[in-house]
């Protein structure tokens, strides 16, 4: 698979001061797919991210996009969303995306019958002559996303995407995502929400203080920690589904449930206890979801443990 590989992160290593942001992190991206980087705030994501968009370099370690470790050579195929908004706050919408457009190396009388289709497609056409700071929270991220794609990118890097934005737009931007990767874009996406991740990426980088502690195809993932985790909606409260016998551990939120079983657990006991007590209108054997995965992972008190790949992340 090494010809699909656009993005190589070898052996990277940042500091900033004391503090290891990235510590010799290795993982890498296929053409063509949506990878989540995936951890908890302060585990390196952004940092990463503004390394191989080449706003900070690497104190050690490659950084390969393209075939290249020249990131100017690379700049103008790569899309970037920021976590923290850059836009001008006095300029119009429209104005601005075509400045950003120009930036990227497209002539504004080219960029512009793109912006305008993006403005349509995000709802955003009545606001094209408005200031940034004139708009919504949630309206200013669409338009730092339109920025990031209007150049027609490659590959598009982005932070916390759906940051701000309310369910319909979530939406929205996910079915972009997915639009964009059937037409063969490489898409590299920074989040802690695992429940949206897991609706989007097909591969995932999870990092922990820095170092990448497992790796692989989601459902490979999913899969290595084995069908031992159940999954109930109910009515009624819950809270006893963790105290179980045969339960290791489990997260029980309004009428949903998970719960993680010992090895040898029959799942037919926890059955019968939640019907006894509740009424139960979904009970599924399955693999952990995405979340679980990552608390089992990188939740409190998990050791980072080194790199794993799917096939070793049950071991």
Do not use: C, W
């Given at each position: 698979?090494?010809?699909?590989?656009?993005?190589?992160?070898?052996?990277?290593?940042?500091?900033?001061?004391?503090?290891?942001?990235?510590?010799?992190?290795?993982?890498?991206?296929?053409?063509?797919?949506?990878?989540?980087?995936?951890?908890?705030?302060?585990?390196?994501?952004?940092?990463?991210?503004?390394?191989?968009?080449?706003?900070?370099?690497?104190?050690?370690?490659?950084?390969?996009?393209?075939?290249?470790?020249?990131?100017?050579?690379?700049?103008?195929?790569?899309?970037?969303?920021?976590?923290?908004?850059?836009?001008?706050?006095?300029?119009?919408?429209?104005?601005?995306?075509?400045?950003?457009?120009?930036?990227?190396?497209r002539r504004p009388a080219d960029a512009r019958p793109s912006a305008e289709r993006w403005l349509q497609r995000f709802d955003l056409w009545d606001?094209?002559?408005?200031?940034?700071?004139?708009?919504?929270?949630?309206?200013?991220?669409?338009?730092?996303?339109?920025?990031?794609?209007?150049?027609?990118?490659?590959?598009?890097?982005?932070?916390?995407?759906?940051?701000?934005?309310?369910?319909?737009?979530?939406?929205?931007?996910?079915?972009?995502?997915?639009?964009?990767?059937?037409?063969?874009?490489?898409?590299?996406?920074?989040?802690?929400?695992?429940?949206?991740?897991?609706?989007?990426?097909?591969?995932?980088?999870?990092?922990?203080?820095?170092?990448?502690?497992?790796?692989?195809?989601?459902?490979?993932?999913?899969?290595?920690?084995?069908?031992?985790?159940?999954?109930?909606?109910?009515?009624?409260?819950?809270?006893?589904?963790?105290?179980?016998?045969?339960?290791?551990?489990?997260?029980?939120?309004?009428?949903?449930?998970?719960?993680?079983?010992?090895?040898?657990?029959?799942?037919?006991?926890?059955?019968?206890?939640?019907?006894?007590?509740?009424?139960?209108?979904?009970?599924?054997?399955?693999?952990?979801?995405?979340?679980?995965?990552?608390?089992?992972?990188?939740?409190?008190?998990?050791?980072?443990?080194?790199?794993?790949?799917?096939?070793?992340?049950?071991?």
């Open positions: 698979m090494e010809g699909d590989v656009v993005l190589s992160v070898r052996d990277v290593t940042k500091r900033f001061g004391p503090v290891r942001a990235v510590d010799e992190l290795s993982f890498t991206v296929r053409r063509g797919t949506i990878t989540g980087l995936l951890g908890r705030n302060g585990a390196g994501k952004t940092t990463t991210l503004r390394m191989i968009n080449g706003i900070f370099l690497p104190d050690s370690g490659v950084i390969e996009l393209f075939g290249t470790t020249d990131a100017a050579a690379a700049r103008d195929r790569i899309g970037y969303l920021p976590e923290e908004r850059g836009l001008y706050r006095k300029m119009r919408v429209l104005e601005q995306l075509l400045f950003l457009a120009a930036i990227k190396g606001k094209r002559a408005g200031k940034l700071e004139e708009l919504s929270k949630g309206n200013q991220q669409k338009v730092q996303l339109i920025g990031a794609l209007l150049h027609d990118p490659e590959v598009v890097t982005l932070d916390e995407p759906t940051s701000g934005l309310d369910p319909v737009n979530v939406v929205l931007v996910r079915n972009i995502l997915k639009e964009l990767k059937a037409e063969g874009r490489t898409i590299l996406l920074s989040t802690h929400m695992m429940a949206e991740a897991e609706k989007l990426v097909d591969e995932i980088v999870l990092i922990h203080q820095g170092r990448a502690v497992l790796t692989g195809e989601l459902d490979d993932v999913r899969a290595s920690f084995g069908k031992n985790s159940v999954h109930l909606t109910f009515e009624g409260d819950g809270a006893f589904l963790t105290g179980l016998p045969g339960v290791a551990q489990g997260r029980v939120e309004t009428n949903v449930a998970e719960l993680r079983l010992e090895a040898g657990a029959d799942p037919q006991g926890v059955l019968a206890a939640a019907v006894a007590r509740l009424r139960v209108s979904r009970f599924e054997v399955a693999s952990p979801s995405l979340e679980e995965v990552f608390i089992d992972r990188v939740g409190a008190g998990a050791e980072s443990g080194g790199l794993a790949s799917a096939g070793e992340a049950a071991s």
